[in-house]
């Protein structure tokens, strides 16, 4: 059986804020206030907020598998661990910044785009934007 690492579960990006953001192709991104977001599996909760200029997620919630996952890739505690690392927004409505990978204890390039009130797109690439996985996460609160 192959093992999920957090990279596949745990990422995830910022929201966009306040305001409309335009998207390539000048299709308006809808804007998504301060939230808690799940990733696809439900595993992971991130509580996504404004850090002065920027834009920062905390883990509010792990599940007892995501938290193993973390604890051998060498973070002992995963609820707390600031995940998303200073999103800033670009000019196509795209918010970028980096993101903590706990079972990998490695730190990503990540991005993320509102799809609507409801629904990101977050991306994460080992290197530069080589090597990326995609996810649709869901807005929990």
Known sequence: M???HAFAGAFAGAAVFAGQAVADG???NPPLADGVWRNPENSVHVEIHTCGEAVCGYVVWASPRAEADARRGGTDVLVGLRLFRD????KTGEWRGTIFVPDLNATLAGSAVALDGERL????????KLFCKS???TRVG
């Open 121 to 128: 797109k977050a991306r994460a690439c080992l290197i530069g």
């Open 87 to 90: 999103f800033v927004r670009q």
């Open 2 to 4: 192959r093992r999920r």
């Open 26 to 28: 000048g299709v308006v």
């Open 135 to 137: 996810q649709i996460w």
